[in-house]
Nanobody
Framework: VQLQASGGGLVQPGGSLRLSCAAS????????MGWYRQAPGKQRELVAA???????NYADSVKGRFTISRDNAKNTVFLQMNSLNPEDTAVFYC???????????????WGQGTEVTVSS
């Protein structure tokens, strides 16, 4: 199983970006999907998560600005980021809980990270 993240880049304060992460390989089911970020000198933190049923959870710092969504048919998770500010600068990682052959062998998989820089 591989997770391929894309969509990062340089954006001005107040701008928007949309991250995508697609899973490929032998996949039976995908449970939770999420986005984490790690800023320079800081620990990795959860940004947003979405369950298979569509329930979402956000870090307080991004509520009202970021929206997580998923396309189950395409094994893909998205993160729409609006009103970006310099404090959002980080490497963003996607995460999925994937069962390769059944729901009982589910474990965490991580994407390679995509860099988001918010600067004027």
């Amino acid at each position: 199983v591989q997770l391929q993240a894309s969509g990062g880049g340089l954006v001005q304060p107040g701008g928007s970006l949309r991250l995508s992460c697609a899973a490929s390989g032998s996949i039976f089911s995908i449970n939770d999907m999420g986005w984490y970020r790690q800023a320079p000198g800081k620990q990795r933190e959860l940004v947003a998560a979405i369950t298979r049923g569509g329930s979402t959870n956000y870090a307080d710092s991004v509520k009202g600005r970021f929206t997580i969504s998923r396309d189950n048919a395409k094994n893909t998770v998205f993160l729409q980021m609006n009103s970006l500010n310099p404090e959002d600068t980080a490497v963003f990682y996607c995460n999925m809980v994937i069962g390769r052959y059944s729901d009982y062998d589910a474990k965490d998989y991580w994407g390679q990270g995509t860099e988001v820089t918010v600067s004027s």
